[in-house]
């Protein structure tokens, strides 16, 4: 199927489940959903890198962060549209990701893995003592009541934004999964010496992971702060972030562009049952218990299951 094909197939699904949420009336399935689309984006950028590649990224919280802070800092200065925020959110996150990338990248394994993770530490300290996005104490914004264009709750826009990024995410994934770029990747997966060795740009290959997938982690953080309307390093830090991000794409399955698909949707909306039937205290339990029964039975994922049986 080509490329083009893909995109229109999936604008089509899209805009099916778009309207189906619509016709059901209910508010929280957009406030649900949007959780879920976000989880799309973030598990399927976090595979570009950490499937792809095979380098082990800890780091999406600060990604994410980063473009959820532009988004604050900007409405300080001008509100500005939310497709447009995305479009500085990921810029400057991806920025982020071509420097640590170029300074961490030559680090491998478990060494690399620590970096991202110091990354978040670092960012998160910096946002903490920037008092002009609210600092520890957070800062508060004012979402408006209506959607522009669409009509409806300002979250069934957010929502329709963030299925958009969705169907953008997974056919830039698919579109590298069938490239030469997917062979380069699978190479520094599999063996980075033997690349390497065989003349392979790992190195300039890497950066454009490491760019591209904190460029889409950026893109998904900026509607972020009207979404919660409340943003503090806390949250905007959150622990679950980086999880899900790497449970996701592991339970659905790292070799191919719909495992991390696969995965966000019955982890995400597990966790948002989870949620209201229990508490959102439980949801990284969840994680961690469905994570160990995968890992145990199906260590490659879903796909790779389903795959195995054929």
């Known amino acids: 199927m080509s ?65 959820a802070y532009a988004s604050v800092a900007f409405y300080k200065i001008y509100p500005l549209p939310i497709p447009l925020l995305m479009l500085i959110g990921g810029g400057l996150s991806g920025i982020v990701g071509l420097g640590t990338g170029y300074l961490t990248l030559r680090l491998r394994g478990a060494f690399f893995s620590i970096a991202t993770l110091a990354l978040s530490v670092v ?3 910096l946002v903490t003592n920037w008092d002009f996005v ?46 030469k770029l997917g062979i380069g990747f699978a190479t520094i997966r599999d063996d980075e010496a033997a690349a390497e060795a065989s003349g392979v740009p790992t190195l300039r290959l890497k950066l454009l992971a490491t760019t591209l997938s904190g460029a889409l982690m950026g893109m998904a953080g900026a509607p972020l702060p009207y979404y919660v309307t409340y943003l503090d390093p806390a949250s905007g830090f959150s622990l679950t972030y980086a999880v899900n ?36 205290a439980a949801n990284l339990l969840i994680v961690g218990l469905i994570l160990v029964g995968f890992v145990i039975l199906a260590p490659n994922g879903i796909v790779g299951l389903v795959r195995g049986r054929r």
Not at 27 to 55: C, M
Not at 249 to 272: F, H, K
Request: aromatic share 12%; net charge positive; proline share 4%.
């Open 3 to 67: 490329t083009v094909r893909f995109l229109s197939l999936t604008l089509l699904a899209a805009a099916a489940v778009f309207f189906a949420a619509r016709l059901i009336g209910n508010p929280y399935v957009f406030f649900a959903g949007y959780v879920v689309l976000q989880y799309i984006v973030l598990s399927t950028a976090w595979n570009i890198l950490g499937g792809y590649t095979g380098y082990v990224n800890f780091g999406t919280p600060a990604f994410l962060a980063i473009g």
């Open 123 to 125: 960012v998160q300290t």
């Open 134 to 179: 609210g600092g520890s104490r957070g800062a508060y914004i004012i979402r408006p009541m209506n959607a522009p264009l669409i009509g409806g709750g300002y979250i069934d826009y957010l929502c329709l934004i963030m299925l958009g990024l969705a169907v953008i995410s997974l056919v830039i994934a698919r579109s590298i999964e069938r490239s």
């Open 245 to 280: 991000s790497i449970a996701m794409p592991l339970i659905g399955g790292t070799m191919s562009w719909i495992g991390p698909l696969i995965g966000a949707i019955i982890l995400g909306t597990v966790q948002q049952l989870v949620t209201v039937t229990i508490s959102s």
